[in-house]
């Protein structure tokens, strides 16, 4: 049976999307004998993989159930990325007094901002939609669910696709946490939290990681009562306390509500009110929302594909099984994305997916391991890093220089009243080679990639700093770091050779 994806609501913008990325009157094409690369899932990581290995004359299947663009697209980074832009309008305006611009009278429609975000996502679907794929890139496109039939085949849609080599790219879907009443009460996750058109009065936020921290200060910013509910004592886990700090404290003075330390009980409905029951520090209270929206991590999506027909092995918690190479237990299969990868980013299912075509189509032997993945969270300020943290290199017993440089030292973040931040590197004791970095600014998504860039060319933080930058940037604030680096070599001894000499020169 044909599966219909509900998208909300249903305006022009979003039959636009749908007519691109789902379309009813699809026909599936009558397979071809073979296939050089059958490829089941058509977010990131399958699109990225079929039109690679399209573009070097494979004879691709692509395979798709629900949308072409995936989370990505359709209820990840672009919906998103949309409605954190408004936000932060919202913002600027509410601020300008302090650039001595006037901001009586601000206004906001959550309406017409969703509506913007919902009319650009409409535009940018053409680049993944069916009829691109297939017209454009000479792939062979097929709406339904992908079901391994044996170790060289798949069905779909009553149709039987033979392969030389498969790729599963099937992603992941919004993990819901077993709490007593949740499925009753009712709840937002990503999926559909993108749907609404009017802003909730009061939002309700189970998780204060990436998804609840980034969607948690927009909704705030636009008019929203917000509460976020983390088991742990702060915001953002995974990052270095100092950092999360930063962003913990920007999200307060945004109004956003928070309580850490909180186990949650149960939730209810009670009239139109949403109740979570949290114990906190050995004390029970009631939390009442208008919306619940959960954030609290992904489900690999593993369920009917037939992997066992396939000899694939997986786990049903961490998704498909692979080695290094992406491979799975059948070496006719290989798997891309965040179905097999721990970090469950867009781009590193695009890196992953070029693995998969230079590996199974070409007899590559590219590895994962030698990925550098960096990574941002798109709150106010942003939280960006890349490589390791000062803890993960002390727990491979690799001596650890860690050099910090405050924004509030840099010229540019002054002028621009962005001072809350720092940019960070955790150097190899005795060396300038880069182990990890973190930049916490409000642009630090776009500042990470010099440091990105530097650790997978092995390029020492010396050659940052022999790097000219335009004044004034904040990214002023990577270079300093190597100035930095370099006043810890001028050790006493050396500087007292330096005296030395300039002394007989003056002689």
Request: contains cysteine; glycine residues 10%; aromatic residues 6%.
């Amino acid at each position: 049976m044909e599966h219909h994806p509900l998208i909300l609501p249903q305006d022009v913008h979003n039959q636009i999307l749908v007519n691109n990325v789902h379309p009813a009157a699809w026909r599936n094409p009558e397979p071809a004998p073979s296939y050089n690369l059958v490829v089941i899932g058509a977010g990131t990581a399958g699109l990225i993989t079929a039109a690679g290995a399209a573009g070097l004359g494979a004879k691709v299947a692509l395979i798709e159930r629900d949308l072409m663009g995936g989370d990505c697209l359709n209820a990840g980074c672009v919906p998103s990325k949309g409605i954190i832009r408004a936000s932060r309008a919202a913002y600027e305006v509410k601020t300008a007094g302090e650039f001595g611009v006037s901001s009586a009278n601000v206004t906001i429609d959550f309406g017409k901002a969703m509506e913007r975000m919902r009319r650009i996502r409409s535009g940018i679907s053409f680049r993944d939609s069916f009829e691109r794929y297939s017209n454009e890139l000479g792939i062979d496109v097929f709406l339904g669910s992908g079901t391994f039939i044996g170790r060289d085949s798949i069905e779909v849609d009553g149709l039987r696709l033979r392969f030389k080599k498969a790729a599963i790219c099937t992603g992941t879907r919004a993990a819901v946490p077993l709490i007593p009443g949740i499925e009753e009460t009712g709840y937002l996750t990503n999926e559909n939290v993108f749907w609404l058109t009017e802003l909730p009065k009061r939002l309700l936020v189970i998780g204060g990681g990436l998804i609840g921290c980034e969607l948690s200060q927009a909704f705030a910013r636009m008019g929203c009562d917000v509460t976020i509910i983390e088991m742990v004592g702060h915001l953002l886990p995974r990052e270095d306390a100092d950092a999360a700090e930063i962003v913990q404290q920007a999200m307060l003075r945004d109004g956003v509500k928070l309580a850490l330390n909180a186990n949650i009980l149960k939730t209810e409905k009670r009239g139109a009110d949403k109740i979570i029951h949290i114990e906190q520090n050995g004390t029970s209270m009631e939390l009442a929302g208008d919306e619940i929206l959960v954030g609290v991590g992904r489900s690999p999506n593993v369920n009917g594909l037939g992997l066992e027909a396939a000899g694939i092995a997986y786990d049903p918690r961490l998704g498909v099984n692979v080695n290094d190479m992406l491979r799975t237990s059948n070496p006719r299969v290989y798997a891309a994305g965040d179905i097999c990868f721990p970090y469950m980013f867009t781009h590193t299912a695009d890196a992953l997916a070029r693995i998969v075509i230079a590996n199974a189509l070409f007899k590559g032997r590219q590895k994962t391991s030698s990925l550098v993945v960096p990574w941002c969270t798109y709150t106010d300020p942003e939280v960006a890093h890349v490589g390791m943290y000062e803890k993960d290199a002390r727990d491979q017993g690799i001596e650890v220089l860690t050099l910090t440089v405050l924004l509030k030292d840099i010229d540019r973040a002054l002028l621009d009243g962005e001072t809350e931040g720092f940019a960070r590197v955790h150097l190899k004791k005795g060396s300038d080679t880069i182990l990890g970095a973190t930049v916490v600014a409000r642009h630090a998504g776009e500042m990470i990639n010099e440091l990105s860039l530097a650790i997978t060319a092995g390029l020492g933080l010396s050659a940052i700093g022999k790097t000219i930058h335009p004044y004034p940037t904040q990214a002023e604030a990577i270079k300093r770091l190597a100035d930095v680096y370099n006043r810890t070599r001028l050790t006493p001894f050396v500087k007292k050779l330096f005296t030395a000499w300039l002394k007989w020169q003056r002689s």
